[in-house]
């Protein structure tokens, strides 16, 4: 890079509305719906154009200083149910209208890299469902138990640029693809928690499982003639465990997160190749981390 090439001044106005509506249809219901306008800005990684790996040998991201900050407007409607004040189950709809998504693809060179680039618009529709229940209502032994989590489906989709569009319909490649998917916006996403918190004792433990669903991770590409299709993660699920204790002023918490460390397996994925073709597997490992804090 030459001097000046990686610079990046951003400088502008938004006006950003928000319209919310709450209705208490009674003690146990509430009802709530919501109209806003929101920014998706850059990230420091996102924006920077240097060779960027997590680790040696993994893919290579290089960011994009001219990359522009999204927009979008979003509509929510949300329902509550409380039955007891141990019970919380909710339910909600979501939609999002994206300018100047930020997705990122695949670029071919001398060596293969993802990178963001602003594409024009795109849409994301989501359903999810929440629910939290406290143990000892049901058993008495079980007081200190709470169990809870939520489940969301999403189905979303991103319009290429004509330019990129039209690469996909050359006739050397003949693979049309003016629409696919979000990138970084999984199928579904799975949470479940359990907890364990004696106030007495000073102690809380907890336990949380999540599954996420297959993920686009980088767009299509054309690399001299050649059609590079989109590149998925797989489903997979991570286990984390937290243990905290109170001991005076003195609070000391245990984690231990991705304790099942599951293979994460990335595929080359189109409906112009057939079955998913493999590209990487690998596993992110086992997470330990022991912290202090004083309270006084």
Not at 6 to 14: C, E, F, P, S
Not at 32 to 44: E, H, K
Not at 267 to 292: A, H, M, N, W
């Amino acid at each position: 890079l030459n001097p000046g090439d990686a610079d990046v001044d951003i400088d502008q106005t938004d006006v950003l509305p928000s319209l919310g509506v709450e209705w208490q249809a009674s003690k146990q219901w509430i009802f709530r719906g919501a109209v806003s306008g929101t920014l998706a800005r850059q990230t420091f990684k996102e924006l920077t154009p240097i060779l960027q790996q997590e680790y040696l040998g993994g893919p290579i991201f290089i960011g994009n200083p001219e990359l522009d900050t999204s927009s979008l407007v979003n509509f929510d409607l949300r329902a509550d149910w409380t039955p007891r004040d141990s019970t919380f189950v909710s339910a909600s709809i979501f939609h999002k209208e994206v300018q100047d998504a930020i997705e990122y693809v695949q670029r071919v060179g001398d060596f293969t890299y993802t990178t963001p680039v602003n594409y024009p618009k795109g849409h994301l529709t989501g359903l999810e469902l929440e629910a939290r229940q406290k143990l000892g209502d049901m058993w008495k032994s079980m007081e200190r138990f709470s169990v809870g989590g939520n489940a969301t489906f999403i189905a979303s989709e991103v319009t290429l640029p004509d330019d990129e569009a039209a690469l996909f319909e050359q006739p050397n490649i003949q693979a049309p693809m003016p629409t696919r998917d979000m990138t970084n916006a999984p199928e579904h996403l799975y949470n479940l928690y359990l907890t364990w918190d004696d106030e007495d004792l000073g102690t809380q433990v907890a336990l949380f499982w999540t599954v996420q669903g297959d993920t686009l991770v980088a767009g299509a590409a054309e690399d001299d003639g050649n059609f590079v299709p989109n590149i998925y993660a797989k489903e997979y699920d991570t286990l984390n465990l937290s243990l905290s204790q109170q001991m005076g002023i003195l609070r000391w918490q245990l984690q231990v997160k991705n304790i099942t460390n599951p293979e994460i397996q990335e595929v080359y994925r189109s409906k112009y190749i057939g079955p998913d073709v493999p590209k990487s597997s690998y596993t992110k490992g086992i997470e330990y981390s022991l912290g202090f804090s004083l309270s006084f």
